[in-house]
């Protein structure tokens, strides 16, 4: 069996007043482009020498008229420069050690993500301007882009609707940053690193894959190609291929699903739900093979035969291997093609899964934050969970995972930060521990012990 760790988040020490270092001088600093950006789409981006960071969460859900502030520390966009052994200097009252603020637009909120490509870093924020009837636009959505030194920031897009009725995602394809934006069933492309252009992709979406991987390479085309449906006029569901560096559509497959919802694109798969029209209700997961021939024919493997499973989470290292989660139980399954796959037991019940990162099927409980080795599943057909983190009277908001490090905003004093836990590459009898990603607010630091 697993030895159980379990770490108590206590934060580091003293009181301190905020030190905010000014951002970069050198107008003409870049970054080696061929060094891959870890993290993208998260709460933290590793490249290189720099961490690019928020200094905690704001949540935009707060704001209003009378508090508003436009330039914010907690929830700004930062960046810190690592040591010569790839980690933080800190302070003696626990901050990180030369930390500079990159932007203090609000960066660390409902819809945290971050992006580094090129000599760019691009970001989300809410817009803080008010429409013609005087009421604020905090609960929609900003796209900005600014230099990786802080000066040069520019709006990209600003949203039509609510947060909560879009989905996006930035990419690097053919030497173009585009966003990729589903605004309630209208999928439009936006040109990052050129004049700008919106262009209308399609209307009446039903579905959309925008899939990008945590440890992109700034040259990388893998996620060139995404995929969405819609319903045409008689009624049948099409699903189609659209490249995002040509800004065409490239293919698309009318199907005989009475439903069809996209999941996922990975390992060259296209991974769907969908059902008949002889039982509508009857709901199963699939996938195909996502090249033009391969889509177009449909010929499509069925990873589920039981109906009642609900949920699906694919292994970011293997086809094959994959969870399903029924309303009371969760398994793991190993895909054969042409034979139906035995479920392995990992919970009974419908636990709360976070992620499937590097093996490991990270999950919350209560107050923990525990992880699976997926490897002992399939060898043993059974596996000890470890406790990676527990939360201990600490409110918390979100989460994020990259190869290396567990993030987690969590509030200190008056204050939410962002917090890191390293899950890998972990040495033979070295604990969890939780650090600081940020600089805290006067009060905030805990008492040195």
Do not use: W
Request: proline fraction near 1%; hydrophobic fraction near 30%.
């Amino acid at each position: 069996m697993k030895k159980i760790i379990t770490f108590t988040l206590c934060l580091l020490l003293c009181v301190v007043t905020l030190g905010l270092s000014g951002c970069g001088k050198n107008k003409n600093e870049t970054v080696d482009t061929s060094i891959a950006s870890v993290g993208n789409g998260g709460m933290v981006v590793n490249r290189g020498d720099y961490v690019y960071f928020v200094n905690g969460y704001n949540a935009y859900s707060t704001l209003n008229k009378s508090n508003l502030d436009k330039k914010f520390n907690i929830g700004g966009l930062y960046r810190a420069k690592l040591n010569e052994n790839g980690e933080f200097d800190y302070t003696d009252n626990g901050s990180v050690a030369n930390a500079e603020r990159i932007s203090s637009n609000l960066v660390g909120f409902e819809s945290t993500s971050l992006y580094v490509f090129g000599n760019h870093i691009y970001y989300v924020t809410p817009i803080t301007e008010v429409d013609k009837k005087g009421n604020l636009q905090t609960s929609k959505l900003e796209f900005k882009r600014v230099e990786i030194n802080g000066s040069n920031s520019k709006t990209i897009y600003q949203s039509k609707v609510d947060a909560s009725k879009v989905d996006f995602e930035f990419y690097y394809a053919e030497g173009k940053v585009c966003l990729l934006i589903n605004e309630d069933g209208t999928l439009k492309r936006i040109n990052c690193t050129g004049s700008g252009k919106v262009s209308q992709v399609a209307t009446g979406v039903t579905s959309v894959t925008l899939h990008c991987d945590t440890d992109d390479v700034f040259e990388s085309d893998t996620y060139k190609n995404i995929f969405y449906t819609k319903t045409n006029e008689d009624g049948k569901i099409e699903i189609y291929n659209y490249n995002i560096a040509s800004n065409s559509e490239q293919y698309k497959k009318t199907t005989n699903y009475k439903t069809c919802e996209l999941l996922d694109y990975k390992f060259g798969h296209l991974y769907f739900k969908a059902s008949g029209n002889e039982y509508p209700n009857y709901t199963y997961f699939y996938r195909v093979d996502a090249t033009k021939n391969a889509i177009t024919s449909m010929s499509v493997e069925k990873l589920t035969s039981d109906k009642d499973y609900t949920d699906l989470y694919l292994l970011d290292n293997e086809t094959d291997g994959y969870i399903v989660q029924s309303n009371d139980k969760t398994y793991y399954m190993n895909y054969a093609s042409g034979t139906e796959a035995t479920p392995v037991p990992i919970a009974d019940t419908k636990i709360s899964i976070m992620e499937v990162r590097n093996g490991y099927l990270y999950f919350k409980d209560s107050n923990n934050i525990k992880r699976i080795n997926i490897y002992d599943l399939k060898t043993k057909s059974d596996s000890t969970s470890e406790t990676v983190i527990t939360l201990e009277n600490m409110e918390t908001h979100d989460y994020d995972i990259d190869d290396n490090n567990l993030y987690v905003y969590a509030t200190q004093g008056s204050n939410t930060y962002v917090y890191s836990i390293k899950i890998a590459n972990l040495l033979e009898g070295e604990e969890f521990e939780s650090k600081l990603l940020g600089i805290y607010a006067d009060g905030d630091a805990p008492e040195q012990e």
